[in-house]
């Protein structure tokens, strides 16, 4: 079965960065679009950013100059970037794959916490 494991989450200072890896599993990695979602406490899960097969990328407006997805189908395992921190990053972070077959995201990982201190 497919396994998504999140890693590099923490706690940060505003301004700080750091890079959530996500590896994957049991499936075929380069196939997937992959993305990035979060939730903070009291709030709806929101997408973050998504690299597709062909690595064309997309992100939310509010991180759009501070974070960056990327991919490597050798190590199967993709990455955001997170530079500037900011005490409203704060929140879980979850990766999740999209195989190129179905309409929505089918795998997700347990999440990795993000916290930035002010």
């Known amino acids: 079965q497919v396994q998504l494991v999140e890693s590099g989450g923490g706690l940060v200072q505003v301004g700080a960065s750091l890079r959530l890896s996500c590896e994957v599993s049991?499936?075929?990695?380069?196939?997937?679009?992959m993305a990035w979602f979060r939730q903070a406490p009291g709030k709806d899960r929101e997408f973050v950013a998504n690299?597709?097969?062909?690595?064309?990328?997309r992100h939310l407006d509010s991180v759009q100059d501070r974070f960056t997805i990327s991919r490597d189908n050798t190590k199967n395992t993709a990455y955001l970037q997170m530079n500037s921190l900011k005490p409203e990053d704060t929140a879980i972070y979850y990766c999740?794959?999209?195989?190129?077959?179905?309409?929505?995201?089918?795998?997700w990982g347990q999440g990795t916490q993000v916290t930035v201190s002010s």
């Open positions: 999740a794959a999209r195989p190129y077959y179905m309409y929505d995201y089918t795998y």
């Open positions: 049991g499936g075929t990695f380069s196939t997937y679009q």
């Open positions: 690299i597709d097969q062909s690595d064309r990328t």
